[in-house]
């Protein structure tokens, strides 16, 4: 059949296409839209940068050493390195979190439950993905917050020799550890969906060949689903750290906002570059509103750079699932 | 027969009795070291049950199978932690928010109500999110169909890639630095000052990636589904360029309305 078709595509090439005006008309509007979208987003980014400038000059360099944000004052004092800092720590922690939990069900739904069952598991997966941030942040701040405080202090007490967990001060709350948990919950769903169809493509045949030499089943997934997979899986992995940097109210709501740069992740305390957009926008003087719109700024930058890098890896996947070089 | 296949195999009775014999251990623990504690048992009872379990495995059957054994126990745990973190965002909202659902939460707004105040509403509130999202939705549903469109159907030189790298960029824009977007440009550049149309801008901006990329995808999906068998009869027919869908073809056209048909039947290209 495959002979035939080429045969019968050599010996009549396709007519050139007939265009009317109602297609160039619709050529011409979709074409418009699209140079549109690009301009309009163009146009947008010179705003903020624009608008970040004052901040800018003021701060100078102090603007990426300086840990406090008192941008009103005079002098003002105001930079962002607490705030990347925490930004970076609580998306760390979240993904060292998530990242397991959301492989083991992924790997769950693809290797071990039925149809039925797989199915269920991955719809309710995505239901984690429908609930609003607020509400994330609300339930961490009043569940999840008192209910991990006796965890938080037996990792103080128990583990508190390594440095990560030692918590001098015996207070606990709304920590970096809690951050991460309730960032955890919502980058879950996204890297389980991702993995969970990077684990789908891999071909049966590789799976059945795995099991006709003896494999158990973790040895198959070991094997065979793993390193087919590892170019999905992280970029899974960076998509899960671009949607946990961007995250705002949850964190808002969850962390005791302080501007300081600790790896006790048990202590309360600690700030991130959206949290602080979001607390400090209401009260904030024109100096104020630029500085946020400079850190606003940044953490575009870094989602970007992080997006980029996600979409590259996964656009490699594809490729490589779909046996393309 | 029974008892050859199943020799050599842990049993669900053996399995199931080192599992007690696990919690029993983990209870015998919380008896007599200053352990305590209900989630601290369910935690402890919970590994060492599967600890019995496994080191009964690894007796019975070896070690290969004991490490199967232990991954499918840790891969049924992630599952259920995550569906336990489910069931508790959901019981919980629903607990503590049904005491608040009543006719006049939907009636009155937050007007003039203090803090101590048990009148309020969230009748404003849900207007509102509804008025944004629908304004919203008529920005960025018609923009994002039309960039999905032109992306899929006509796609080709240097326009086509900025714009699918713009569309890249928005997808990872986080919601804060939209709304610091459209404040940078309409609020303070163009001197609108803050309302519900800005908001509605802002979200636009999240909705339009979002928007063109599932709309790209059932694009394209459905161009290869209906592409393959009919392009060289359909561009011989004279099938007319730019169809979007298979759904959106005339009915006087070929079966399948395609693009020009270039290359291998096998890859349809990206034409017109």
């Given at each position: 059949v495959q002979t035939l078709d080429v045969h019968v595509a050599d010996e009549a090439p396709p007519a050139p296409p007939i265009e009317r005006l109602g297609d160039r008309l619709f050529r011409w509007i979709t074409t418009g839209v699209g140079l549109a979208v690009t301009i309009l987003l163009l146009v947008v980014s010179v705003f903020l940068l624009a608008k970040a400038g004052p901040a800018l000059s003021k701060a100078g360099i102090h603007f990426f050493t300086e840990k406090q944000w008192f941008p009103d004052l005079e002098p003002a004092k105001?930079?962002?390195?607490?705030?990347?800092?925490?930004?970076?720590?609580?998306?760390?922690?979240?993904?060292?979190?998530?990242?397991?939990?959301?492989?083991?069900?992924?790997?769950?739904?693809?290797?071990?439950?039925?149809?039925?069952?797989?199915?269920?598991?991955?719809?309710?997966?995505?239901?984690?993905?429908?609930?609003?941030?607020?509400?994330?942040?609300?339930?961490g701040v009043l569940f999840l917050q008192p209910r991990m405080i006796p965890m938080q202090r037996w990792l103080a007490h128990h583990l508190g020799f390594i440095p990560l967990f030692k918590n001098p001060d015996n207070q606990f709350g709304g920590s970096m550890l809690l951050a991460g948990v309730v960032l955890a919950l919502m980058v879950l769903p996204i890297v389980a969906a991702v993995?969970?169809?990077?684990?789908?493509?891999?071909?049966?045949?590789?799976?059945?060949?795995?099991?006709?030499l003896g494999a158990t089943r973790w040895e198959m997934i070991r094997t065979v689903v793993f390193p087919f997979g590892r170019n999905g899986m992280i970029g899974a992995i960076v998509l899960g750290?671009?949607?946990?940097?961007?995250?705002?109210?949850?964190?808002?709501?969850?962390?005791?906002?302080?501007?300081?740069?600790?790896?006790?992740?048990?202590?309360?305390?600690?700030?991130?570059?959206?949290?602080?957009?979001?607390?400090?926008?209401?009260?904030?003087?024109?100096?104020?509103?630029?500085?946020?719109?400079?850190?606003?700024?940044?953490?575009?930058?870094?989602?970007?750079?992080?997006?980029?890098?996600?979409?590259?890896?996964v656009t490699r996947q594809a490729r490589f699932a779909e046996g393309r070089p | 027969v029974t008892e050859l296949l199943t020799h050599g195999r842990l049993q669900r009775w053996q399995a199931a009795v080192s599992a007690a014999a696990g919690v029993a251990v983990a209870a015998g623990l919380f008896a007599v070291t200053p352990m305590q504690g209900r989630a601290d048992f369910v935690v402890v009872g919970y590994m060492?049950?599967?600890?019995?379990?496994?080191?009964?495995?690894?007796?019975?059957?070896?070690?290969?199978?004991?490490?199967?054994?232990?991954?499918?126990?840790?891969?049924?745990t992630a599952v259920a932690t995550c569906l336990l973190a489910l069931g508790a965002v959901l019981v919980y909202t629903a607990a503590r928010g049904a005491g608040a659902i009543k006719p006049s939460f939907f009636r009155n707004t937050m007007n003039g109500v203090g803090v101590r105040d048990t009148t309020g509403g969230a009748y404003h509130a849900i207007v509102g999110t509804m008025e944004q999202v629908l304004?919203?939705?008529?920005?960025?549903?018609?923009?994002?169909?039309?960039?999905?469109?032109?992306?899929?159907?006509?796609?080709?030189?240097?326009?086509?890639?900025?714009?699918?790298?713009t569309v890249d960029v928005m997808t990872g824009v986080p919601s804060i630095v939209a709304g610091l977007f459209i404040y940078a440009f309409w609020v303070l550049g163009l001197h609108q000052g803050f309302s519900g149309f800005a908001a509605a801008l802002a979200l636009a901006l999240l909705m339009l990636p979002i928007v063109v990329r599932s709309a790209e995808e059932s694009s394209v999906s459905c161009r290869r589904r209906c592409a393959r068998p009919a392009t060289p009869s359909a561009s011989r027919g004279g099938a007319r360029c730019c169809r979007w869908s298979c759904r959106r073809r005339?009915?006087?056209?070929?079966?399948?309305?395609?693009?020009?048909?270039?290359?291998s039947p096998a890859r349809p290209r990206r034409c017109c």
């Amino acid at each position: 059949v495959q002979t035939l078709d080429v045969h019968v595509a050599d010996e009549a090439p396709p007519a050139p296409p007939i265009e009317r005006l109602g297609d160039r008309l619709f050529r011409w509007i979709t074409t418009g839209v699209g140079l549109a979208v690009t301009i309009l987003l163009l146009v947008v980014s010179v705003f903020l940068l624009a608008k970040a400038g004052p901040a800018l000059s003021k701060a100078g360099i102090h603007f990426f050493t300086e840990k406090q944000w008192f941008p009103d004052l005079e002098p003002a004092k105001f930079g962002v390195a607490a705030l990347v800092f925490g930004t970076v720590l609580s998306s760390v922690l979240a993904l060292v979190i998530a990242v397991p939990v959301a492989v083991g069900s992924a790997l769950y739904v693809s290797e071990y439950a039925g149809p039925a069952a797989g199915r269920i598991v991955g719809w309710l997966i995505e239901l984690l993905a429908a609930v609003p941030s607020v509400v994330f942040g609300l339930w961490g701040v009043l569940f999840l917050q008192p209910r991990m405080i006796p965890m938080q202090r037996w990792l103080a007490h128990h583990l508190g020799f390594i440095p990560l967990f030692k918590n001098p001060d015996n207070q606990f709350g709304g920590s970096m550890l809690l951050a991460g948990v309730v960032l955890a919950l919502m980058v879950l769903p996204i890297v389980a969906a991702v993995t969970r169809e990077v684990f789908a493509q891999v071909p049966d045949e590789l799976r059945e060949a795995a099991y006709g030499l003896g494999a158990t089943r973790w040895e198959m997934i070991r094997t065979v689903v793993f390193p087919f997979g590892r170019n999905g899986m992280i970029g899974a992995i960076v998509l899960g750290l671009g949607r946990a940097l961007g995250e705002t109210i949850a964190i808002a709501l969850v962390l005791a906002a302080t501007y300081d740069v600790s790896f006790r992740i048990t202590r309360p305390g600690g700030n991130t570059i959206a949290a602080n957009i979001a607390t400090k926008f209401g009260e904030a003087g024109s100096t104020g509103r630029s500085a946020l719109v400079a850190s606003g700024l940044l953490l575009f930058a870094i989602t970007l750079v992080v997006t980029i890098v996600a979409r590259g890896v996964v656009t490699r996947q594809a490729r490589f699932a779909e046996g393309r070089p | 027969v029974t008892e050859l296949l199943t020799h050599g195999r842990l049993q669900r009775w053996q399995a199931a009795v080192s599992a007690a014999a696990g919690v029993a251990v983990a209870a015998g623990l919380f008896a007599v070291t200053p352990m305590q504690g209900r989630a601290d048992f369910v935690v402890v009872g919970y590994m060492c049950a599967v600890a019995g379990y496994l080191v009964t495995a690894a007796r019975i059957e070896g070690r290969r199978q004991a490490v199967d054994r232990f991954f499918h126990a840790l891969i049924v745990t992630a599952v259920a932690t995550c569906l336990l973190a489910l069931g508790a965002v959901l019981v919980y909202t629903a607990a503590r928010g049904a005491g608040a659902i009543k006719p006049s939460f939907f009636r009155n707004t937050m007007n003039g109500v203090g803090v101590r105040d048990t009148t309020g509403g969230a009748y404003h509130a849900i207007v509102g999110t509804m008025e944004q999202v629908l304004l919203a939705s008529l920005l960025a549903v018609p923009a994002g169909l039309l960039v999905a469109i032109y992306s899929v159907e006509y796609g080709r030189g240097r326009l086509a890639t900025i714009l699918r790298t713009t569309v890249d960029v928005m997808t990872g824009v986080p919601s804060i630095v939209a709304g610091l977007f459209i404040y940078a440009f309409w609020v303070l550049g163009l001197h609108q000052g803050f309302s519900g149309f800005a908001a509605a801008l802002a979200l636009a901006l999240l909705m339009l990636p979002i928007v063109v990329r599932s709309a790209e995808e059932s694009s394209v999906s459905c161009r290869r589904r209906c592409a393959r068998p009919a392009t060289p009869s359909a561009s011989r027919g004279g099938a007319r360029c730019c169809r979007w869908s298979c759904r959106r073809r005339r009915p006087a056209s070929p079966p399948v309305s395609c693009c020009r048909w270039r290359g291998s039947p096998a890859r349809p290209r990206r034409c017109c």
